[in-house]
């Protein structure tokens, strides 16, 4: 404490005198000191500031607040020897800041409405997504009936970029996939020596489910989230207001290539899928059920007509359009900041995985009743 | 100010490359306390090149920096607590609100409780012309001129010695970026601060800086600013020639007579 002032008790007060540095990083310090001084039965403070050496706004303001607090109890305090002039700086912010009305609402705590505000939310968000779908539909509508509108080079890089590029990991995840399967149904159906049924099961499953589920869900993760970091991210720059301003359509040129792009690679994506999935059958059929690949391939020709490939394949272009709907949606409903960026793409990869699994239930459904 | 200046950034020896451009070469700068320091120069000559070498966001090729007697070197920490930067777009975090982004560097440099942050930080911003509604806002609620006034306050939050302002004024309007110069002439006439400010805008330059440093030719000329327009360099004589500067110079002299 001594380093940095000393308290002397006089006839006419408290005399304090300062000294050391008072700045920003010893602030915590001295406030505590400055706290720790006691008035007693004083009624005038002297605050003695020839020896001080450094001293910063920081210092100051703890000073001011303490002969600010010592006023409040009637104490009159003075400063002697004051060669700073950050006091006289200090004064004038707090004067200008004093002569600003107080704001209500930033300290006060905000009453908490969190359902009516998750109402609204939920609202708001719904009249959005119907607005804008609506809004994509007359784009493509448009685009059908002048397809000289349609941005055709866009669309195929779209199609090389969320198809084409994807086909490796969707081939591996799906032949893994396969090994899984044909594994998990031959433990099964060893019990009934059954083994050979190993082929209808895979190819059931590959082909009418799991095949395009996979390949759409992997899509979901490599496109929904690039559509929404990229268009958002466009957003925050500006560039889509640039578009508009420049007399083009956003929604045509950013979001109906990557949704027709998308479209057109889905269900293709989904044959590779198939393929891979069967193949990783075949091999552990092969390597370790006992399974050749002539039986295998003769046994899938007897289980497996044109039917249950093309039920798979027709769930494409709907998972497709729902993953590239939402994830541009959502990158286009970014503004602001950064955190909205990446808080928005999370929402569009979720939403869509979310999407993708619903309207499969619903298809399964939907097929079995009409028999499919 | 004595002969014997005290020198709060030494630059010596500075070679900046890309490739087979060279930006700076063999550059020498001081920077003497408690001066503001205008940076000048075309587009391409290394203006924010030399400024992020200082701040030690970029590795020059050669050369040896020192801010506050603290050699710089690329990717280790600087003079953090010394030093405040006021970059081009404010750089504020979109995240945050104002108020919590000029706490930011008090909570991350100091162990002070969170009422003495709070106040420190509301004094900054009420400092830098600000109130408590703006404090209250996330950065891309406010104006470019509120941003960079928020920006500056979160630059001075930790009392620093030396101020760097990247472009202050760009961006802003006429009065708002005046009134951005007052503002920074307040505070150098207040605080203990030494600045290194790049600008534009000859206004600022004529307005506030004591000394001007202008790149020419991959080095630097640093003069008072009746001096350095005698200079012969072709660019300066333009830069300083064309009317714009012709009549911010003479309108900062009239201010001073008056």
């Known amino acids: ?372 | 100010m004595t002969a014997e200046h005290e020198h709060v950034i030494t630059i010596r020896g500075l070679v900046n490359r890309f490739g087979k451009q060279v930006v700076h070469d063999q550059l020498d700068l001081d920077v003497r306390r408690d001066e503001i320091l205008g940076v000048v120069g075309g587009s391409g000559t290394g203006k924010s090149v030399l400024l992020r070498s200082i701040l030690g966001l970029h590795g020059p090729n050669e050369g040896i920096i020192e801010v506050l007697g603290q050699r710089i070197r690329h990717h280790e920490p600087g003079p953090h607590k010394q030093w405040g930067v006021l970059f081009q777009g404010g750089a504020l975090l979109s995240g945050l609100t104002v108020q919590e982004n000029v706490e930011l560097p008090i909570a991350l440099h100091s162990n002070l409780p969170i009422e003495t942050r709070r106040e420190l930080a509301v004094l900054k911003i009420f400092m830098v012309g600000l109130d408590l509604t703006a404090a209250a806002k996330y950065p891309n609620e406010l104006s470019g001129g509120m941003r960079k006034r928020a920006s500056l306050a979160r630059a001075l939050a930790l009392e620093p010695r030396v101020l760097f302002l990247d472009e202050p004024t760009a961006g802003l309007d006429p009065i708002s970026a005046t009134e951005f110069d007052e503002l920074v002439r307040y505070l150098h006439a207040n605080l203990d601060l030494t600045i290194v400010m790049i600008t534009h805008d000859v206004d600022s330059l004529f307005g506030i800086c004591n000394r001007v440093a202008v790149l020419v030719n991959k080095g630097i000329i640093v003069d008072t600013l009746d001096e350095i327009v005698k200079h012969p360099d072709p660019w300066i004589q333009k830069y300083f020639g064309d009317p714009r500067a012709v009549r911010a110079r003479r309108a900062a002299k009239a201010k001073v007579i008056t």
């Open chain 1, 1 to 372: 404490m001594e380093n940095y002032l000393t308290v002397e008790e006089t006839a006419d007060g408290l005399d304090v005198s300062l000294k050391g540095d008072w700045i920003f990083s010893n602030v915590a310090f001295l406030q505590e000191m400055l706290d720790s001084i006691d008035p007693g039965d004083s009624t005038a403070i002297r605050f003695s500031c020839g020896g001080l050496g450094a001293f910063d706004l920081a210092g100051a303001w703890a000073l001011y607040e303490k002969s600010m607090d010592f006023e409040e109890l009637d104490l009159k305090t003075e400063f002697e020897g004051f060669k700073a002039r950050h006091f006289k700086f200090l004064q004038h912010i707090i004067d200008i800041a004093a002569q600003k009305e107080y704001v209500p609402g930033y300290f006060d705590p905000k009453p908490n409405h969190v359902i009516s505000q998750g109402i609204r939310k939920l609202g708001a968000n719904t009249i959005e997504a119907i607005d804008s779908v609506g809004y994509i539909a007359r784009s493509v509508l448009d685009g059908i009936k002048r397809p000289s509108r349609l941005v055709i080079g866009e669309t195929i890089r779209q199609v090389f970029a969320t198809g084409a590029a994807a086909i490796p990991i969707v081939m591996t995840v799906c032949f893994l996939m396969g090994i899984v399967l044909a594994y998990q149904s031959a433990r099964q159906l060893e019990q009934f020596g059954a083994n050979i049924f190993m082929v209808d099961l895979v190819a059931n499953a590959i082909f009418r489910e799991l095949g395009v589920l996979l390949a759409a869900i992997m899509v979901a993760g490599r496109s929904g989230s690039a559509f929404a970091a990229a268009l958002g991210t466009m957003k925050l720059s500006e560039e889509i207001d640039a578009l508009r301003v420049l007399g083009l359509n956003p929604n045509q040129i950013l979001i109906i290539p990557r949704i027709l792009g998308l479209m057109i690679a889905l269900p293709l994506l989904t044959v590779f899928a198939d393929i891979a999935g069967l193949l990783g059958g075949a091999f552990i059929g092969a390597t370790v059920l006992d399974i050749n690949w002539f039986s295998f391939t003769e046994r899938l020709a007897g289980t497996i007509d044109v039917n249950d490939v093309l039920v798979g394949i027709s769930k494409a272009p709907v998972f497709a359009f729902l993953i590239a709907v939402t994830g541009t949606l959502r990158g286009m409903q970014v503004s602001g900041s950064a955190d909205e960026l990446g808080r928005l793409t999370t929402v569009a990869v979720v939403q869509s995985i979310f999407l993708i699994i619903v309207s499969d239930a619903i298809f399964t459904v939907v097929y079995s009743r009409i028999g499919f």
